[in-house]
């Protein structure tokens, strides 16, 4: 299967599982926005898990060298885990046992004690979540590994909204994603992007009346 049959292959999903909509949705920025998508809407064990296969190929498909994935408290939790299961029955790794390790939001003070859960971190580490927005996440993770003495080597997420950030009369020139690449030095790689969207109305006439909305938000507030 080409990237891009992978790519719109998980667009439709998104949509069957109700974790990408058309409407009128507030976001956390105050941003009236004619689409949503919401990773956590992923809940039950097939859904998860055809996921983490769709996180898993993205992965394969970058050729980027790595050694474990890690998954920043909360929603890279499960998706560090899942990823990993997948990436340990994909065909293109031959067998091979990626670990995992992830952060709790609190320091343990009994057992084994501190924030860190999981495999020790060392090597080239993938970070995983769902959506890069702030990018608080990215860098409470990068300073994480660092710290550990390992070496961030890319983020992994499901869909790139390709959108500034910033209020109206003064957003950023770059998107999330492009900041991130760009402060960090890191290559972001996702399953699929508001392009991916834009592939489907054009071509489905189930969702085609939403295409205008996604173009005019897209001309607003993309890059």
Same mark, same amino acid.
């Given at each position: 299967?080409?990237?891009?049959?992978?790519?719109? *292959?998980?667009?439709?999903?998104?949509?069957? *599982?109700?974790?990408?909509?058309?409407?009128?949705?507030?976001?956390?920025?105050?941003?009236?926005?004619?689409?949503?998508?919401? &990773?956590? #809407?992923?809940?039950?064990?097939?859904?998860?898990?055809?996921?983490?296969?769709?996180?898993?190929?993205?992965?394969?498909?970058?050729?980027? $060298?790595?050694?474990?994935?890690?998954?920043?408290?909360?929603?890279?939790?499960?998706?560090?885990? &899942?990823?990993?299961?997948?990436?340990?029955?994909?065909?293109?790794?031959?067998?091979?046992?990626?670990?995992?390790?992830?952060?709790?939001?609190?320091?343990?003070?009994?057992?084994?004690?501190?924030? #860190?859960?999981?495999? $020790?971190?060392?090597?080239?580490?993938?970070?995983?979540?769902?959506?890069?927005?702030?990018?608080?996440?990215?860098?409470?993770?990068?300073?994480?590994?660092?710290?550990?003495?390992? *070496?961030?080597?890319?983020?992994?997420?499901?869909?790139?909204?390709?959108?500034?950030?910033?209020?109206?009369?003064? #957003?950023?020139?770059?998107? &999330?994603?492009?900041?991130?690449?760009?402060?960090?030095?890191?290559?972001?790689?996702?399953?699929?992007?508001?392009?991916?969207?834009? &592939?489907?109305?054009?071509?489905?006439?189930?969702?085609? *009346?939403?295409?205008?909305?996604?173009?005019?938000?897209?001309?607003?507030?993309?890059?």
């Amino acid at each position: 299967m080409s990237l891009g049959a992978d790519r719109r *292959e998980f667009v439709q999903f998104a949509l069957k *599982e109700g974790v990408l909509r058309f409407g009128r949705f507030v976001t956390k920025s105050g941003r009236t926005s004619p689409y949503f998508f919401n &990773a956590g #809407l992923f809940n039950t064990g097939a859904s998860v898990g055809k996921l983490a296969q769709f996180y898993a190929q993205a992965l394969v498909d970058s050729k980027l $060298p790595f050694d474990m994935l890690f998954g920043p408290a909360y929603k890279g939790i499960p998706l560090a885990t &899942a990823t990993s299961v997948a990436l340990a029955a994909h065909a293109g790794l031959q067998g091979r046992d990626v670990p995992f390790a992830y952060n709790r939001k609190e320091a343990k003070d009994h057992g084994e004690g501190g924030v #860190l859960v999981g495999a $020790p971190l060392k090597g080239k580490v993938v970070i995983i979540d769902d959506v890069i927005t702030a990018g608080t996440s990215v860098r409470e993770s990068v300073d994480i590994i660092r710290a550990a003495g390992a *070496e961030p080597c890319a983020v992994l997420i499901a869909m790139d909204r390709m959108e500034r950030a910033g209020p109206d009369g003064g #957003l950023s020139p770059h998107s &999330a994603v492009q900041e991130v690449q760009q402060r960090y030095g890191l290559p972001v790689v996702s399953i699929a992007s508001l392009t991916d969207i834009l &592939a489907l109305l054009e071509n489905n006439a189930e969702f085609a *009346e939403h295409r205008e909305a996604v173009l005019a938000y897209r001309a607003r507030y993309g890059i």
